[in-house]
């Protein structure tokens, strides 16, 4: 009974904490078109989780019930990698976080009705597959403030569906399921270490007062520049200019969807402000894969990319692409046509041969070393 006061306790003076912040700073709000990239494959009926190792190569997964496998698709919408998770079943894998040293981090936390006594986190780095094939550490978890399975309705925050690492730590936000519904998720801290582990209440924060504005779908943290996005269902919100890892002390942007895109379940970063999410689909076909570029919205461009020097010329129908005048191989560039359809996509290169493209306006998106650079040219015969 004193440990269920005391955890009331903490969340109210949490909830209060949040409540000020919000009052206080105010929120900065966009509309947002996001930009289809692909259907993804069949096999994929149900993403639920995204890690981008690059650009073009991004891990995902199926929701419950689906093989404990993960995929790993480029922007083609092409399955390059298949990887069975072979100790684990999938209960309800639900988001994926990856670190610096490359480890993959699979949540199967779904929790819809607050129930399970079975939560966990599984560790994999996909160097160490052999044949397709790996098996996973875990880390097995309870909520330090959760006494009833399932709690009262009121109480049902529980449900996780959005991780992210730093540190080595990884944090967790509920995904509100209360009823009456209170607008809150909240945030715990659990050791990204293999064996027993508690997960402790750290922080909340009021998302909005229906479930479309305020249950987390999926969370991304940019950890070199310290961003945090959140995902729900018709919504991003970024956190930004926060000390350490407390998230909510920062500056929050909420970039509103102008168009419904479905069920979304996945964010994770690819640039400073660029982000790839997935949509969940139907028996009969899968969802999207999607892209949000936030740096016209935000006034902040990329650390350290270059406004000016990325530089593009046509000569003898070949495209090269420059940075401060210099000749140096993007990881990826890709074309698509003024409508937004990709019609171009090229690894490790500084040229493009322009043989068989029509006349007209092509759009031009090149990364190099984590930064994107754009850039509209028109193509004359």
């Keep these: 009974m004193q440990k269920e006061f005391w955890t009331f306790v903490l969340t109210f003076l949490l909830t209060l904490n949040v409540f000020n912040l919000a009052a206080q700073k105010g929120v900065t709000e966009y509309s947002i078109d996001l930009r289809t990239i692909v259907r993804l494959p069949l096999q994929l009926k149900e993403s639920s989780g995204i890690a981008i190792e690059n650009p073009n190569k991004i891990w995902t997964h199926n929701d419950s019930g689906n093989t404990n496998e993960l995929f790993a698709i480029d922007t083609l919408g092409e399955i390059v990698k298949t990887l069975k998770i072979n100790n684990i079943d999938n209960i309800d894998w639900e988001d994926l976080a990856m670190d610096t040293e490359g480890n993959i981090y699979v949540n199967d936390a779904g929790n819809n009705d607050n129930d399970r006594k079975n939560l966990a986190i599984h560790v994999i ?19 330090e403030d959760q006494t009833a399975f399932p709690p009262p309705n009121a109480n049902k925050n529980f449900d996780i569906e959005a991780i992210v690492w730093a540190n080595d730590t990884l944090f967790l936000f509920t995904k509100n399921r209360s009823n009456p519904f209170n607008g809150y998720s909240k945030l715990y801290r659990l050791p990204a270490q293999p064996g027993n582990q508690i997960a402790r209440l750290s922080d909340s924060v009021f998302l909005g007062s229906s479930t479309s504005e305020a249950r987390v779908t999926a969370a991304t943290l940019n950890v070199a520049n310290s961003v945090l996005a959140l995902l729900t269902s ?105 409508s937004g359809v990709r019609i171009g996509h090229y690894e490790t290169v500084n040229s493009i041969p322009l043989y068989g493209f029509n006349t007209g306006i092509l759009i031009i998106n090149a990364y190099y070393r984590g930064n994107k650079h754009s850039q509209t040219i028109r193509l004359l015969r």
């Design 125 to 143: 780095n996909p160097v160490h597959e052999t044949g397709g094939v790996i098996e996973a550490q875990s880390i097995n978890f309870t909520f």
């Design 234 to 338: 018709n919504k991003i919100i970024v956190f930004r200019n926060f000390s350490g890892t407390n998230f909510f002390s920062g500056q929050s942007t909420v970039y509103r969807f102008s168009a419904q895109p479905g069920q979304v379940e996945a964010i994770d970063h690819v640039t400073d402000n660029t982000y790839y999410i997935t949509s969940e689909g139907s028996n009969s076909q899968a969802g999207f894969l999607y892209e949000a570029d936030l740096t016209g919205l935000t006034g902040i461009w990329p650390k350290n990319e270059h406004r000016i020097g990325f530089s593009t010329e046509i000569r003898d129908d070949v495209l090269y692409l420059k940075l401060d005048d210099q000749y140096v191989n993007f990881e990826l560039i890709q074309l698509f046509s003024l």
